[in-house]
T-cell receptor
Framework: GAGVSQSPSNKVTEKGKDVELRCDPI?????LYWYRQSLGQGLEFLIY????????KSGLPSDRFSAERTGGSVSTLTIQRTQQEDSAVYLC???????????????FGNGTRLTVT | AQKVTQAQTEISVVEKEDVTLDCVYE???????LFWYKQPPSGELVFLIR??????QNEISGRYSWNFQKSTSSFNFTITASQVVDSAVYFC???????????FGKGTMLLVS
């Protein structure tokens, strides 16, 4: 596939459970971003990976959230002890370098819709 | 701090009407970038345009046009002769030069019937 792939597309979990969300970026893209989209809200930045640099975790809302990117490709966003307020669509995006170069806009996946019951 | 305001939560128009989506931003940076993304019902965000702060020239692409006015910190988006396929949520976003994060507005839902 040519686009950013996210799995699962939908996830329903019980409060207190841990969840893992996966993102496969476009091949060759060095930058990877996670955003969260809550109902009626804009996109909230969570974390950013660029090559082998230390990730920018400044957007993670709590220490229950973590993410890793193995081998500079696939990324996993983990939410521990999920809460109802974690319910949202989690969007992954990738770009060749960063979104400020002329020919490198962010490419978004379709997202994972997380529902915490 | 950076902020993007899209005051219009939802706009409904009849097909073939022109519609303008407003975007007002706040930043202390002298160099920055502005973006518009479209999110159709399928959910995937689609990049529409990037504009840097040094380029205030308006841009037209088919039925789409963008009006960037630094003096009023606005980057408005106009769709001419709207079509049903234009129905989507449109996001305006702001980013500083170099890497940081993209700050998104809350989006404007456009319904074309």
């Amino acid at each position: 596939g040519a686009g950013v792939s996210q799995s699962p597309s939908n996830k329903v979990t019980e409060k207190g459970k841990d969840v893992e969300l996966r993102c496969d970026p476009i091949s060759g893209h060095t930058a990877l971003y996670w955003y969260r989209q809550s109902l009626g809200q804009g996109l909230e930045f969570l974390i950013y990976f660029q090559g082998n640099s230390a990730p920018d975790k400044s957007g993670l809302p709590s220490d229950r959230f973590s993410a890793e990117r193995t081998g500079g490709s696939v990324s996993t966003l983990t939410i521990q002890r999920t809460q109802q307020e974690d319910s949202a669509v989690y969007l992954c995006a990738s770009s060749y370098q960063n979104h400020f170069t002329r020919d490198s806009p962010l490419h978004f996946g379709n997202g994972t819709r997380l529902t915490v019951t | 701090a950076q902020k993007v305001t899209q005051a219009q939560t939802e706009i409904s128009v009849v097909e073939k009407e022109d519609v303008t989506l407003d975007c007002v931003y706040e930043t202390r940076d002298t160099t920055y970038y502005l973006f518009w993304y479209k999110q159709p019902p399928s959910g995937e965000l689609v990049f529409l345009i990037r504009r840097n702060s040094f380029d205030e020239q308006n841009e037209i692409s088919g039925r789409y046009s963008w009006n960037f006015q630094k003096s009023t910190s606005s980057f408005n988006f106009t769709i001419t002769a709207s079509q049903v396929v234009d129905s989507a949520v449109y996001f305006c976003a702001l980013g500083p030069s170099g890497y940081s994060t993209l700050t998104f507005g809350k989006g404007t839902m456009l319904l074309v019937s």
